[in-house]
Structure formats: C-alpha cells, structure tokens
C-alpha cells in the first residue's frame, strides 16, 4: 500500500497547507497553529470554506468524467490531501472496479492516514498505492516502479490545489515531466487559485507566505500555461461552478440573487482538464 518515504517530521507548531485544507473542510487532523493561519485566511477570503468544498466537487466531477465517460483506469493524484469521503479512488471504483491509482503528497499527517486511502475501505490489494515524496523531485516518482505500473494505459494526472504552492518554475516542470512520461490519450487535471476572480487571493497568499508556506496564486493565463501541448476540454479553464456534470446543467446557481461574478468569487479558483494528442 505504502511505496518509498520522503520523511518530513511532524511539527505541530509549523501550519502545514494539507492540515490547515482540512480544517475548512470540517476534518479533526489539524492543530492550534493550523486553525491560528486558517482564521488568517479566513479574515482575508471569509469563502474559503465554500471554495474548498467547490474544490472536492471539481475532483468528483473530473473524476466521474474521466472514468466514465473517457473509460480511463490509471489515476496518478499528486497532492492528494488528508482522507475526505469520498476520495478519488472510491470515485473510480464504482465506475470502473479494477483502475488503478497512485497518490502522492509528501504531509506527514496524510502518510499517517496512507491506510485508508484503500486497504481500510475494502479496496482490493494492489490497486491503490500511497508515495510519500516531495513533488519538488519529480525525477523520484517518475523513477519509482508505482509510477511505472501506470504507464501499460493512458492516465489521468489530477493536480488539484497544489500547484499554487510552488514557486515558478517549479509547478510547470512538475506537469511538463509527468506529462512527457505518460502515454498519449492521457489526462491533466487542474484547479488552481487566482486573484482574477477575486483580488483577495494576492492576500491570502501572503497569509500563507508569512506563516512560511509557498503560495502563488496565478493569473488565468499562467494557469492557461499548464496545458499548452494539450488539447483543452470543453469549457476550458473555467470557474468550476460552470463545469458541467453528466446528469447536472451549467452554471445552475446564476438566476438566483447573486451574480455570477459573485458567485466566481466565491470560489476564487480556475479549473481545467486537457489530453495528450
Ligand atoms: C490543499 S491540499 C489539496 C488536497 C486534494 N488534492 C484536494 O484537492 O482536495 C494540497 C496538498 O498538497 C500537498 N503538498 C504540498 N506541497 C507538496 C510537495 N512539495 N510534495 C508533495 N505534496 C505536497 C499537501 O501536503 C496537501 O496535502
């Protein structure tokens, strides 16, 4: 279940991103000095709740669509996050039973939890791994044999709500390399913060820069930037309130008392998927 280490100790008194995610989901993994950087975001962006949950239905949706619909059984999920139902594998397996995922993060609280990303939940042995590295070596995943074992199919790699924690030219080289070494018919998965939709995010990065955690939301067109050997799907990259799901119409909440614009920002960040010709 639980492939090659990356140890990062734990330190309570550090926020970590995964804890601090966890908190504004309702989960019980984090700590005073997580709930101290998260109030500090929360004075800065009062939705970030809502955003986070936006951002677990984006995974649901992409998931559903890519398993479903594009018959894809080889997921490789970087940045995976602590446990919340449901995850992505459980997405996959009541579609298409046999796939096989790889997770990756690097969180200490989130390697505690490897177990359940599978074994605890019934999953059959040998279709989920759990990699403790740290993306910044993407060289080390690309050589581990978990990795490998995806490649006999095309993938899909979900980057969802990590790739603004990298500095340029980091995350761009995480996504060209992975890219690079998957077969053509693969996927790339995105959702990634932005000032666009609300200029509050320039300041909630620089909450989590002053509690010393990189975070660089980015522009429409630098997010754009991850797919530019790819071909985009419909609708792009979009807010994903307005990503459609098979049995649900777009952009559903517009009509009621808030504009779109207020509803994008709300959510504050960009989604997108795209495939390898
Ligand atoms: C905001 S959470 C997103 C979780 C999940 N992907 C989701 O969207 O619900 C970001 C995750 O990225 C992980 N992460 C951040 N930097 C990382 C790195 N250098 N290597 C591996 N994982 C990292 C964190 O530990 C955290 O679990």
């Known amino acids: 279940m639980c492939g090659m280490t990356d140890d990062v100790a734990l330190d309570v008194n550090q926020p970590s991103k995964a804890r601090i995610y966890d908190y504004f989901l309702g989960g019980k993994d984090n700590y005073p000095s997580d709930r101290a950087a998260a109030a ?5 962006f009062p939705n970030i709740r809502r955003a986070a949950r936006e951002n677990r239905n984006f995974m649901v949706k992409a998931t559903k669509f890519l398993a479903g619909e594009r018959g894809i059984r080889r997921f ?6 602590i446990p ?20 990756v993060d690097n969180d200490p609280v989130v390697l505690a939890h490897a177990q359940a990303f599978g074994s ?12 403790n ?17 995806l490649l006999d199919e095309p993938v899909a790699v979900s980057c969802f709500g990590i790739l603004h924690f990298f500095p340029d030219p980091v995350p761009y080289t995480i996504v060209d390399k992975i890219m690079a070494a998957v077969p053509s018919g693969s996927y790339l998965s995105i959702t990634h913060a932005t000032p666009d939709l609300n200029p509050a995010l320039a300041e909630v990065g620089e909450v989590y820069r ?3 955690m990189d975070a660089f939301p980015r522009t429409h067109a630098e997010i754009s930037h ?16 307005v990503w459609p799901t098979p049995d649900e119409t777009p952009a559903g ?23 390898k010709p």
């Open 253 to 275: 909440e517009v009509g009621n008392a808030k504009t779109a614009a207020e509803l994008d920002a709300e959510i504050a960040f960009f989604c997108g998927m795209a495939r």
């Open 40 to 44: 500090q975001v929360e004075k800065a």
């Open 76 to 81: 490789l999920d970087l940045g995976t996050g």
């Open 133 to 149: 590295i740290d993306l910044t070596d993407i060289d080390r995943l690309i050589e581990s044999e978990e990795f490998r074992n």
């Open 120 to 131: 605890l939940d019934g999953t059959a042995e040998g279709l989920v791994d759990f990699l």
């Open 210 to 212: 002053s509690n010393k």
């Open 226 to 241: 991850f797919f530019r050997d790819l071909e985009l799907i419909e609708p792009g990259v979009v807010v994903s309130r």
């Open 84 to 103: 919340t139902a449901p995850n992505l594998h459980q997405v996959v397996h009541e579609i298409q039973p046999e796939s096989r995922i790889v997770y």
